[in-house]
C-alpha cells in the first residue's frame, strides 16, 4: 500500500484554479497533521501549507497565502489543496506529506509521488 | 520566510566523511529545536533522514548525523557510498510556518 497518492494535476491557465487531492493509507490519518509542498522545475523544496490533525487550523506560506486554502476529509482519508488565481510561478511538482506530529509542524515523515500543476496560456 | 542558506554542492569520495551546513537566523534555526534534513533522488519524493536536529527516523543508516550550532545546522555523512549521491535539503520550523535551505548536490568521487 502506497501510503500518500496525489492527484489533480494538469495544466491550467494563468488566473484559472485548480484542486488537487491527496490519499491516505497505511496510516491513522485523522492522528497527524498534514502538509502540502512543491518543486518548481530544477528548484528546489518549498513549503506551501499545513492543517492541523483535525482540520481546524491552517499555515501558509506568504507566497500563497489569500490564493491557495488545505483541507482535509478525515471520514475519506484525503487532504486538499485548492488552488484559485494561479500564476506561471506557482508551476510546480506538488507533494502532499505526512507530519511526525498531531498539530505542530516538525518533519515531513512520508512524502507522496508528487503530481505536476503547470500553469501557462 | 527567507530561505535558509546551503552550499550548492559538495563533494566526496567513497569512504571519506562530508558536512553540509544550512545557516539561518534566531528566528528559525536558532530559535527551535526543529531541524530536519531530506535527501531526493533524481526524479523522487524527497525522504526524511534527520529530524529535531539529531534524531534518525527508523530505517535511516547511522552514517546518517545532525547537529547544531547557534543558527547553523549540519548533516555529516560518513563512510561515503556512492549510493549517497542525491540533493539535500535541510528544513526548520519558522513560527507557524516551516522554511526549506536551497539544497546540496552530493557528489562522491
Known amino acids: 500500500q502506497v501510503p500518500l497518492v496525489e492527484s489533480g494535476g494538469g495544466v491550467v491557465q494563468p488566473g484559472g484554479s485548480r484542486r488537487l487531492s491527496c490519499a491516505a493509507s497505511a496510516f491513522t490519518f485523522s492522528s497527524y497533521g498534514m502538509h502540502w509542498v512543491r518543486q518548481a522545475p530544477g528548484k528546489g523544496l518549498e513549503w506551501v501549507a499545513f492543517v492541523r490533525y483535525d482540520g481546524t487550523k491552517q499555515y501558509y506560506a506568504d507566497s500563497v497565502k489569500g490564493r491557495f486554502t488545505i483541507s482535509r476529509d478525515n471520514s475519506k482519508n484525503t487532504l486538499y489543496l485548492q488552488m484559485n488565481s494561479l500564476r506561471a510561478e506557482d508551476t510546480a511538482v506538488y507533494y502532499c506529506?505526512?507530519?511526525?506530529?498531531?498539530?505542530?509542524?516538525?518533519?515531513?515523515?512520508?512524502w507522496g509521488q508528487g503530481t505536476m500543476v503547470t500553469v501557462s496560456s | 520566510q527567507s530561505a535558509l542558506t546551503q552550499p550548492a554542492s559538495v563533494s566526496g569520495s567513497p569512504g571519506q566523511s562530508i558536512t553540509i551546513s544550512c545557516t539561518g537566523t534566531?528566528?528559525?534555526?536558532?530559535?527551535?529545536?526543529?531541524v530536519s534534513w531530506y535527501q531526493q533522488n533524481p526524479g523522487k519524493a524527497p525522504k526524511l533522514i534527520i529530524y529535531e536536529i539529531n534524531k534518525r527516523p527508523s530505517g535511516v543508516s547511522n552514517r546518517f548525523s545532525g547537529s547544531r550550532s547557534g543558527n547553523t545546522a549540519s548533516l555529516t555523512i560518513s563512510g561515503l557510498q556512492a549510493e549517497d549521491e542525491a540533493d539535500y535539503y535541510c528544513?526548520?520550523?519558522?513560527?507557524?510556518?516551516?522554511?526549506f535551505g536551497g539544497g546540496t548536490k552530493l557528489t562522491v568521487l
Open positions: 528544513c526548520s520550523y519558522a513560527g507557524s510556518s516551516m522554511v
Open positions: 534566531s528566528s528559525d534555526v536558532g530559535g527551535y529545536n526543529l
Open positions: 506529506a505526512k507530519e511526525t506530529q498531531l498539530e505542530a509542524l516538525d518533519a515531513f515523515e512520508i
